[in-house]
């Protein structure tokens, strides 16, 4: 049972559809913020008698911080996503991972900065209890395997959607990969003419530089450890601290 539901994460395809997934999740998270922002002001001033009260004020805040979290999901839906089995249930599940906070309607995202973004921290193929992990009391003995994992740099083409520099890796093969372009993973050619031959040999060739084994290195400006999203589990503990713990206000 555990193999049929794992196919299509580690199967020889599994690139192809955590393209075509991905670029689907970007663009309902693209398109539910963008029609949040469009809604009407909740917290407009006729919804109190008096405007300038307190309560008016902390709702107005509340509204403000709503709307720039969801500018921040309009532009960067997603940046990370994993697959975790849950081999008691026989089930699997993708969560998708960003650094905002998911708008009401979302399904299976996850901020990085809540319990639930300690799953992008947790090794590949390894068991875990999930409330041991994440500390939430309704998963206590719900063990875990992580299968996947996968970061996004989403960009917007015209009106399409893709990730450069996607890293994957897997429980079946755990080295890194580098992909420069999800939208190249799924591209088909369905009939077989000779220039459509000719096409697919120089899509092929070009998948070739597409994906490469590894990260791929770029000229790094600054340190920010809170903006990667795949942490190990010690840099993990780190970025969960409490700001007010006597150790990290030494270090800072």
């Given amino acids: 049972m555990a193999d049929t539901i794992l196919d299509k994460y580690l199967a020889e395809d599994k690139l192809k559809f955590l393209a075509q997934a991905a670029i689907e999740k970007f663009t309902e998270i693209s398109s539910l913020a963008s029609s949040k922002l469009s809604e009407d002001d909740s917290y407009g001033s ?25 500018q921040k999901l309009r ?3 997603v940046v990370g996503c ?8 026989g089930e699997v599940r993708e969560y998708y991972i960003c650094r905002a906070t998911p708008p009401t309607g979302s399904k299976n995202l996850i901020s990085y900065r809540s319990p639930m ?7 590949l193929g390894e068991e875990y209890d999930l409330g041991e992990e994440t500390r939430l009391e309704r998963f206590d003995e719900e063990y875990i395997v992580k299968v996947q994992q996968a970061s996004f740099i989403p960009i917007l083409r015209g009106n399409s959607w893709d990730s450069r520099k996607t890293e994957h890796r897997d429980a079946k093969d755990p080295n890194f990969k580098t992909i420069n372009s999800l939208i190249k993973i799924i591209e088909q050619i369905e009939n077989a003419d000779p220039l459509q031959i ?10 070739k530089t597409n994906i490469t ?30 700001l007010n713990n006597t150790w990290l206000q030494e270090i800072l």
């Fill in 46 to 70: 006729g919804v109190l008698a008096a405007p300038d009260h307190d309560a008016y004020r902390s709702l107005r805040g509340i509204s403000n911080t709503l709307r720039q979290e969801y």
């Fill in 75 to 77: 532009s960067e839906p």
């Fill in 82 to 89: 994993v697959v975790i089995h849950f081999p008691e249930k």
């Fill in 117 to 123: 973004g300690r799953l992008a921290a947790l090794e």
């Fill in 198 to 207: 000719l096409q697919q040999f120089l899509q092929e060739e070009e998948q």
């Fill in 213 to 242: 084994d590894g990260i791929r290195k770029e000229i790094v400006e600054k340190f920010s450890l809170p903006d990667q999203v795949f942490l190990d589990a010690q840099q993990d503990a780190i970025f969960r601290l409490p």
